[in-house]
Each structure stands twice: as C-alpha cells, then as structure tokens.
C-alpha cells in the first residue's frame, strides 16, 4: 500500500457523472435491495471509505455509532476528505464528493483501490437514499460541516465551525423510510461485518456503540489473520501448534493467507478479494488449495510417506480439518467476479498467485516441522481410506434403493401422491404422535411426512461413515432423494420445500439445528436454493364464548387480546402433540394460512460460527445461541433465519 501515499489526490481529478435522482430511481441497481441487506449496504458503503483510507495508511481508529434516532455516525481519524475548491465544478470538494455520483477508480481510475464497495464512490449513493446526511471534516486545522437532506439536497454548505489540532471524517446519516422497507440496524449484522474487516485489516481499531441499548464492542487484531483463523477454530484441537501464514506478491497480485489443521473433518475455508468476502470462492481458493496439494505430495513422495504403487494424495484427501483465510489485495483493473451473486473471483493471475505463495510457503514449513509434517500427510491417507469406506456404503446406499429393499431405507415415510417434485413438500416432523396427526392431516396430494424418533444425531462430530449407519439420517438422504455430500445434486431433489416441524421448545430447537447442522455440512445446495423451513406453529389457541376458534403466535397477540376484556378461553399449546389433525393442518400446514421460517445461509463465518457454537461442547453457549436466534415469535426479521 505504500504506492497509495505518492499518489496525491488533485480536486480536479474527479469525473462527473449524473445526478442522485438515478440513485433514488433505481436503488436496486446500487445497493442490490431495498430490504434489511439493501439498509446495511449503506453502512458498509460509508465504512468502506475509512477503510480505504485506513489501507493507505492513514487511520488508525473507525468508530460506528448506532444513533437512538435511527441514524447511523460513522468517524475515523485519517486525513479528514478534501476541503478546498473543486474547480471545474466550481463547488467545494465535499459537496461534489457526497452530493454528484462518480465513475468507478479511484476518481479517474488511476488508483488502486482495495476495500471493494462501489469504488469508493458510495458516499453519493448513501446521501441520494438517505433523508439527511451531515459530514464533519477535521483537516488543515480546521472543523468543517456540509449538510445534506432529503435524497442528497445541500441544505448547508461547506462552513468553517472552528479550529482543530485533529485530522478526520465523520458522517452522520438518517436513512430514507420511503425507499427501505426496513430502517431499523442490527447490532449483530453491522458487528460480525466489522469484526471481520478488523481481522483483515491488521492494526485497525474498529468500535461499534449502540446507543439504543448501551452494547459497545471494540475490534482490533494485531495478528490480524493468524486470529481470525484461531477464531474460527474456537476451542476445536489444533493438529499443528499455531496457524501457519504465507505471504507474498506475484503479478501485481499480494496475497496472505493463513491455516490450520484441526483434529477433524469439516472444512472452513473463506476467500477475500480486496476486503470482500468472496462467498463462493473463486481463482484465490483454487490457487490456494493447488498450492497446499501440491507442496503435500511433492513432500510426502520424497520423504516416502506416500509410496511408489501409492495414487497421488487429492483435494479431498487434504480437506478434512483444514481451517484457512485466503486474502488477495488485485489491482481494480484485474478484478473480476462470476456467478449470480458475483461472489465468486473469476481473475485468473490470483490464482497463480496464490498457488505459487502457498505453495513456496507451506513446502518450506513442511522442511522445518518434520514431525508435523508426517502428522498431516498420515491425517490426508486416513482421510482418504474412510472417504473410500464412506463411497462403499453410499454406493450400498444407492443399490438398496433400486432394488427392493427401498421401503427399508425411507423409514416411516408417507410420500406424497403427486407427482411434481417442485411442488411437493417433505414434513421431517418431530416426535411418532405429531407425525400421526401430519399423516392425516396433510394435503395427500403435495405433502408428503417423515416423522423422526428422538434425537437427530449431530452431524458436526460424526464421521460422514457414522452418519451413513444412522436410520434416521439415511432415511431422510432417500426421502429426498438427492444423495449427500459430494454426490448431491439438487436437480434430483424430490422436494421444492424441506419443511422441519418441531415442538416450540427448547427440544425442539435443539432437533432444528441438529437437522441444519447436518444438510449444512452435507446438502448445503438445498440451503442455498432456499428449500430449507421451519414450521411456526401457534402458541395458543383462544375460543370465544360463541366457540370461535382464533390461534395466536405472539405473546402480545395475546396481551391486545385479553385487554379488551372479553371473556374466552385459552390453551397453551406445549407440543405439536396437542394438536388434532385439522387443528395442525390449518394452522401449521396449510400452505394458506401457515408461517413458515425461511432459512438462509448469508454468511459464511456467521454460519461457521454458529454450527461450531452450537455443535460443540459449550453447552452454555449452544443454550445462549438457541435463545438468542431461534425465535418462536413473528417479530420482524424471524420470517428469515440466517445460520
Ligand atoms: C466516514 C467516512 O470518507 N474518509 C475519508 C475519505 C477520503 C479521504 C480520507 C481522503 C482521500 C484522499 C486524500 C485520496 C476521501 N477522499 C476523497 C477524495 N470516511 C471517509 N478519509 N485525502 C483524503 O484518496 O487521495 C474521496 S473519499 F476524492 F477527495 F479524494
């Protein structure tokens, strides 16, 4: 980054676009959405600024305030943006910079820039969707204020306020309630998203205060990748010591990675592109993963670990319990994403790069730890004799459901008469009895139900050899009909809608996400194409005096209700058990009048983190994660439950 200081900003260097109407217009095509994600969009945009000026070597602190008045401060202390004139505009710098939309690069392309975001110029789009926008510029002694309004109006242009000895940027914004279908930021979003740019950019104070209910954190992470790998380890056994780091540049491409092993067999490995998590991996992973492959077997040949007659090791042979962050900082002209959601890196030097880092690095680390060396190599050839074990029973898997031991191998399954696979929906419901009540009545026509007995078994600490053994388990993998894993491929699914159905307890919270736990980890693809979801049964059933039935799914549903004073009476339901057929079909089932928990996968390390917290041995914590995230009741946010 040290090229970024000799590049000096010249007012006059910022190309002039269009106005923010276009923003205000077509948000979509700025931020992506108008809902909760579309809102946070706006605080990354304005963080990524500071970040920006961070990676240049300038700021040392981001403070982000979350305001009791539904704005959002975000303040760092770097060289404070540009005061002085921009002349072909004729307006001050900051009026131009917040206020007229500007083409990609830094302001003129020549630039390098590295946070992502909309190439730095998301402070116009933040002002255009916000309903007043207030910037604070401490620079060349002086304290100077701009203020903005309804959609990036200028209500107060550029005025000195004072003197000042401090240097830096704050902006105060107030989204606008008629463009988001939601104004209201959460903590956890806005702090897991800053914890990880505190990982990745090493040194970097982040603090997060919210001032609606006093919560503040603070980020900072000298050892900024070797901690976020020791923290997506948690308290799991490590297999080497400490995580091992590479770093290097190859094609104008730096690369930095770190990894681990753990005693395991799950796999963690994020991708950044210029500070970006890149969801869906991309040139820097491939890159990464060849390098590691290719050190391991060079290493494990020579030193006879792997023999002649012996096949060379392969990706997934080196996959189980590896733990690694892969962070590339690309010139803006060689970046390039894929895939719907472009998070996937398509630039093809970075994974050259990173090929050549890992494996240069690893190869070298492996030379100078022997002892661990042959510990990994002895873990990848375990890896690959249960892995062919494993391919043995799926394969036994797959005969039995041609042949005709199939009925076997659904368990109790009713399936469904028709025959439209997108249609139909698969009930895993908790517990014979309620499965009794869902088998009679369903929809015979699209539903089909899978009643499970007891406890699911945890897919986080079973071995994928183990879990094949489990009756419960197979028989959901042929219920669905997809296969597991590797093999799995969602086209064959013979469901449009996975729907888990449990008890509104504490139980019934632990089966939920034992069931996530596992088609995470093994049919992650049903999670992604949304077909995952929970059934919300009602808490309570109220008859009135004339014997009208209403149910009711909140508690303060029941609090307006019983205000008014009428006389009814109420049953509190325990368990999907106390409902008769007709009961659980109309309020639970009917695709009419049900409410259904959409799960979705938004983010990779939240999602690691929470299957760690809740498949592990913190019990403590797991009880703590439940309570928090799966809720019971309709507030906002509850129709969509990231893990
Ligand atoms: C809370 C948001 O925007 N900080 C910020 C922005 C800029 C600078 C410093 C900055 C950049 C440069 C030179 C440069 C910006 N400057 C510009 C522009 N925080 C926040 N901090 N001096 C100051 O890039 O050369 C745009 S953003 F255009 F003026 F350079």
Redesign the pocket.
Known sequence: MADDKN???T?DS?QVLEGLDAVRKRPGMYIGSTDAKGLHHLVWE??D??I??AL?G??THINVILGADGSVT???D?????IGLHKTMNKS?PEV?FSILHAGG??GGS?YKTSGGLH?VG?SVVNALSRKFNVTINRDGVVSEIKFAKGGQLTQPLKQKGTTKLT????QFWPDDTIFSTTKFSFSVISERLKESAFLNSGLKITLVDERNDKHVEYKYDDGLVEFVKELQGDQKAVIAAPIVFKGSANAIESEIAMTYIDDFSESVLGFANNVKTVDGGTHITGFKSGLLKALNEYARKNNLLKERDKKLDANDVKEGLIAIVSVKIPEDLIQYEGQTKGKLGTSEAKAACEEVTEQGFAFWLLENKQLAITIVEKALLARRAREEARKARAAVREQKKGSKVKNMLGKLTPAQGRDKFKNELFLVEGNSAGGSAKSGRDRKFQAILPLRGKVINAEKTKLIDLLKNEEIVSIINSIGAGIGADFDIDDSNYGKVIIMTDADTDGAHIQTLLLTFFYRYMKELIINKRVYIALPPLFKVTNSKKEVQYLWLEDELKQLLKQGKKVEIQRYKGLGEMNADQLWSTTMDPDLRKLILVTIEDALAAENSFRILMGDDSEKRKEWIEENVKFTLEENTEFMDI
């Open positions: 590049l000096s900003y007012e910022i304005i963080v600024n500071s920006d000026e240049a300038y700021c975000v303040k760092d770097g060289r404070g943006v540009p710098t910079i830094k302001f630039g730095g402070s830096g940027t704050t902006v």
